[in-house]
């Protein structure tokens, strides 16, 4: 069995109830400037950076959208909503502390640029936790490529298969699963389908189950993928 040292996290999604929130702010602003398929554009653009998510955006809306300017109101509208502090997946705290009882070490891989990292995770007091913060722009290619889960093994001093990544988007399976790192899958916007079943170490409704699947099927020196439950930035 694999001996397990470290847990690497997906931020939006997955700590945060982002993606649903600022998919309806996309597509309120979308009808300000008369889109079409906004909401589809924007889903295609979960999971990945905002350079990745831009070249989806000129694809669908041409090279004239004014993409700065959609995004700036976006992001305004976004703020205005939520600025104070983002809404909480439930059992993240209760995770987060077992984690660290556990002796793990733990960190964040988010595409969201670490300025908003760092604050989001201050606002909401779990800054602590986190040994290792690592973002979209400190590595050459986003998910669904592999190198901000290999970064953030290099950064915690673990080898990649020692790590157990926490992911709720497409993209981010697929960059575990070419990492060569166990995963759990605990979908959020995006349910999983034939492809995120079979790249998916273990898919889970919530953190809370895969708490308890953690405290039950994986000790600190081994996890066992034994059962399957199945169920944004711009």
């Given at each position: 069995?694999?001996?397990?040292?470290?847990?690497?996290?997906?931020?939006?999604?997955?700590?945060?109830?982002?993606?649903?929130?600022?998919?309806?702010?996309?597509?309120?602003?979308?009808?300000?400037?008369?889109?079409?398929?906004?909401?589809?554009?924007?889903?295609?653009?979960?999971?990945?950076?905002?350079?990745?998510?831009?070249?989806?955006?000129?694809?669908?809306?041409?090279?004239?959208?004014?993409?700065?300017?959609?995004?700036?109101?976006?992001?305004?509208?976004?703020?205005?909503?939520?600025?104070?502090?983002?809404?909480?997946?439930?059992?993240?705290?209760?995770?987060?502390?077992?984690?660290?009882?556990?002796?793990?070490?733990?960190?964040?891989?988010?595409?969201?640029?670490?300025?908003?990292?760092?604050?989001?995770?201050?606002?909401?007091?779990f800054?602590?936790?986190?040994?290792?913060?690592?973002?979209?722009?400190?590595?050459?290619?986003?998910?669904?490529?592999?190198?901000?889960?290999?970064?953030?093994?290099?950064?915690?001093?673990?080898?990649?298969?020692?790590?157990?990544?926490?992911?709720?988007?497409?993209?981010?399976?697929?960059?575990?699963?070419?990492a060569?790192m166990?995963?759990?899958?605990?979908?959020?916007?995006?349910?999983?389908?034939?492809?995120?079943?079979?790249?998916?170490?273990?898919?889970?409704?919530?953190?809370?189950?895969?708490?308890?699947?953690?405290?039950?099927?994986?000790?600190?020196?081994?996890?066992v993928?034994?059962?399957?439950?199945?169920?944004?930035?711009?």
């Amino acid at each position: 069995m694999k001996d397990f040292k470290a847990v690497i996290f997906d931020m939006d999604g997955v700590i945060f109830d982002t993606e649903k929130l600022y998919l309806d702010c996309c597509v309120e602003i979308g009808e300000k400037y008369e889109l079409e398929h906004v909401e589809e554009a924007c889903f295609r653009c979960i999971g990945i950076t905002s350079e990745a998510s831009a070249r989806i955006m000129y694809e669908v809306f041409g090279d004239d959208f004014p993409l700065d300017s959609f995004r700036g109101e976006v992001d305004e509208l976004f703020r205005a909503r939520f600025d104070e502090r983002l809404p909480i997946k439930p059992g993240v705290r209760e995770l987060l502390t077992y984690l660290k009882g556990e002796g793990y070490k733990v960190a964040i891989a988010s595409s969201t640029k670490k300025e908003s990292v760092k604050k989001e995770l201050a606002q909401a007091k779990f800054l602590d936790f986190f040994d290792e913060i690592i973002c979209g722009d400190m590595v050459e290619r986003s998910k669904p490529n592999p190198d901000i889960f290999l970064k953030a093994a290099e950064c915690l001093g673990v080898a990649p298969d020692s790590c157990i990544v926490i992911e709720d988007s497409y993209n981010g399976i697929r960059a575990a699963s070419a990492a060569g790192m166990f995963s759990f899958m605990v979908p959020d916007m995006l349910k999983p389908d034939d492809e995120m079943r079979s790249k998916a170490s273990v898919i889970l409704d919530s953190l809370m189950d895969v708490k308890e699947y953690m405290r039950h099927k994986c000790q600190k020196s081994n996890c066992v993928p034994a059962c399957r439950k199945s169920s944004l930035t711009l």
